[in-house]
């Protein structure tokens, strides 16, 4: 199921100008190749608008100017967008255009309808009309439609047959994690097939560095939490998401105490970043002096559990809580929050 669950009374945002109920001449454009929920939301706005509406639909020549994915033809991409118009009743004026601007820099209209990526376009349109003399026109902009893994929808990804036309994941879920700890890479994956349930998740760990050092402090744990992400995306080109977890020291003013904290940050493909933490604990007087001093936490408390190796298998959490909460879950939890703006995109709209 596409995660957008706005109305489309609320989904509209009004940039310039203001409404008074009246119906208003719309014009809006695009390729509309591989027709999908997004493109429906987009005309749904138009028509909501006004029943005077042009639709711009763009050249063979314009559309594949700066796309390397083959686009289907002038006439195919036509009669499927007819096809749908008459599938919802909706009566337009639909013509081809050969420029980026169409019809939106003629006076007779009040209205465009674009897509959040589209929004400069709109701006620039309104220079242009501007200089031209003419009122701008009044710019509604409709969010971008996400699929079930979390990803906007587009046309490309459907014509991958990545997802299908109401953004379900047909392939499975690639995701790469900026640390070759099993555990780590063990909660992610656990994270990611619970914030996607219906999606298939394949997740590997890379050894990448973090660019701060082994025992990071305050905000650098949370720097290197991000650069694990941005090189693991690096080295994994063709991943769907990247993720990077550091753990780190940082000061808590309210309770007047060192916490050990774990920073999560995930980016994709697309150029979204979301960021979380998971759960701070303080450690034994002992342990935070030796850390203080200069040694890991694996170094502190490894002799204390009989463990040297504890920071990879149960964490000093999983010592310290006597394995009621060991280091897999506080990253699973961690990865988890991390992943909130991506479970639900319709109310983090604004923040992408």
């Not at 242009?128 to 969010?143: A, M």
């Not at 997802?163 to 063990?186: H, I, M, S, Y």
């Not at 402090?217 to 080109?237: E, K, M, S, V």
């Amino acid at each position: 199921m596409v995660r957008a669950y706005q109305a489309f009374s609320q989904v509209a945002t009004l940039l310039t100008g203001g409404g008074d109920g009246a119906s208003v001449r719309v014009v809006l454009g695009g390729t509309f190749d591989r027709l999908h929920v997004g493109h429906e939301r987009l005309l749904a706005k138009a028509f909501e608008l006004g029943d005077d509406v042009f639709i711009g639909l763009t050249s063979q020549r314009l559309a594949t100017r700066h796309r390397a994915r083959r686009i289907r033809p002038f006439e195919a991409r036509r009669r499927a967008l007819e096809a749908l118009l008459r599938r919802h009743r909706w009566k337009a004026t639909v013509s081809e255009i050969d420029d980026p601007y169409g019809r939106s820099l003629e006076a007779r209209y009040d209205a465009i309808v674009v897509s959040r990526e589209t929004v400069g376009r709109a701006a620039e349109i309104n220079r242009l009309r501007r200089r031209r003399g003419l009122k701008p026109l009044r710019v509604y902009v409709v969010p971008f439609v996400y699929s079930n893994d979390g990803l906007r929808l587009s046309a490309t990804r459907i014509a991958s047959g990545e997802v299908d036309v109401k953004g379900r994941r047909r392939k499975p879920l690639q995701v790469v994690v900026g640390t070759a700890n099993r555990l780590k890479v063990e909660a992610v994956a656990a994270a990611f097939q619970q914030a996607f349930p219906d999606v298939k998740v394949r997740v590997r760990g890379l050894r990448v560095p973090s660019g701060v050092a082994e025992q990071p402090y305050g905000r650098d744990a949370h720097r290197g939490a991000r650069q694990r992400a941005t090189n693991a995306l690096a080295r994994g080109p063709k991943a769907d998401y990247a993720v990077g977890v550091e753990a780190g020291l940082v000061r808590n003013a309210a309770l007047g105490r060192w916490l050990d904290v774990q920073f999560v940050s995930v980016t994709d493909r697309q150029g979204t970043w979301s960021d979380a933490h998971g759960g701070g604990f303080y450690y034994p007087p002992a342990v935070l002096r030796a850390v203080r001093s200069g040694a890991t936490v694996s170094e502190a408390v490894g002799p204390i559990a009989g463990d040297r190796r504890i920071g990879s298998t149960i964490g000093a959490v999983g010592f310290l809580s006597r394995g009621a909460l060991d280091r897999r879950e506080l990253t699973r939890q961690a990865v988890l929050l991390a992943l909130l703006p991506r479970i639900r995109p319709d109310l983090y709209e604004e923040d992408a």
